[in-house]
C-alpha cells in the first residue's frame, strides 16, 4: 500500500466510449504524473500536474484529457480511444517533505479498448 | 536528462547478493541516481537514491564510482520476491522533476 490508489483496476471499453481514470493520493503531496505502460515497452510519461497546475504534456493525443480538480485527485478523461491505447496507466504523487524525485506509484488500471 | 545503460536480464540464487550495474557516463553534477523496481503488472516502487556517497537502506546498497559514471544497486540477501524488473534512472531534483524510464534489468531469483 503506497498511499496512492486508482480506480477501476480493470476497464474494458469500446472506441466510441467516454470513460475516466481516478487517481487519489493521501501523502500530501504537491505532484502527481500519469504514466502509460504498453506491453514490453518502457514507462512513458503522460502529464505532470504540480499544485493543480499542467507542467507536463508529453505529447500526448487529445484523446487523452487530464484534470486535476486539487492536489490529492487526478483524472484521466478518456473518449474515442484506439486499440493501440490498450495499456497499464498508472499514476503517482511526489512532493511534500521530499526534494527529491522519490515518486510513490499507484496499482494502475489495466485498460483494453476493443 | 541522463542515458543509463543497464544489461537486459540478470539470474541470483535465492540468499546471494544481487548486484546490478549501471552505466551512466553523462550524468551532470546536479543530477542524483534513483533506482526503482517493478514487480509484474504492480507499480514501480522507489528503492533508493543517491548523488555522489554510497547509500544505505533497509532495502539496498547503492554504490557510486568517484567519477560517478557508473553505480552498483546491492540486495544483500536476495529473496523469491525480489524478483522483478530494476530501473536506474538519473534525474535532477524537485518535487515535479521527471523520471524517464529505460528497459531496466529483469531480475530472476532462483531456488
Known amino acids: 500500500e503506497t498511499g496512492v490508489t486508482q480506480t477501476p483496476r480493470h476497464l474494458v471499453m469500446g472506441m466510441t466510449n467516454k470513460k475516466s481514470l481516478k487517481c487519489e493520493q493521501h501523502?500530501?503531496?504537491?505532484?502527481m504524473y500519469w504514466y502509460k505502460q504498453s506491453a514490453k515497452k518502457p514507462l512513458e510519461l503522460m502529464f505532470v500536474?504540480?499544485?493543480?497546475?499542467?507542467?507536463e504534456n508529453n505529447s500526448v493525443p487529445s484523446r487523452f484529457s487530464p484534470e486535476c480538480p486539487n492536489s490529492s485527485h487526478l483524472f484521466l478523461h478518456l473518449h474515442t480511444l484506439q486499440p493501440e491505447d490498450s495499456a497499464l496507466y498508472l499514476c503517482a504523487s511526489s512532493g511534500k517533505d521530499s526534494l527529491y524525485n522519490e515518486q510513490f506509484f499507484g496499482p494502475g488500471t489495466r485498460l483494453t479498448v476493443l | 536528462d541522463a542515458k543509463t545503460t543497464q544489461p537486459t536480464s540478470m539470474d541470483c540464487a535465492e540468499g546471494r547478493a544481487a548486484n546490478l550495474p549501471c552505466n551512466h557516463s553523462t550524468i551532470s553534477g546536479n543530477e542524483y541516481v534513483y533506482w526503482y523496481r517493478q514487480i509484474h503488472s504492480q507499480g514501480p516502487q522507489y528503492i533508493i537514491h543517491?548523488?555522489?556517497n554510497n547509500e544505505t537502506n533497509e532495502m539496498a546498497s547503492l554504490i557510486i564510482t568517484e567519477d560517478r559514471k557508473s553505480s552498483t544497486l546491492i540486495l544483500p540477501h536476495a529473496t523469491l520476491r525480489d524478483t522483478a524488473v530494476y530501473y536506474c534512472?538519473?534525474?535532477?531534483?524537485?518535487?515535479?522533476?521527471?523520471?524517464?524510464f529505460g528497459t531496466g534489468t529483469r531480475l530472476q531469483v532462483t531456488l
Open positions: 501523502l500530501g503531496h504537491n505532484a
Open positions: 543517491g548523488l555522489k
Open positions: 534512472i538519473v534525474s535532477g531534483t524537485g518535487t515535479a522533476s521527471k523520471l524517464t
Open positions: 500536474y504540480n499544485f493543480k497546475e499542467q507542467t
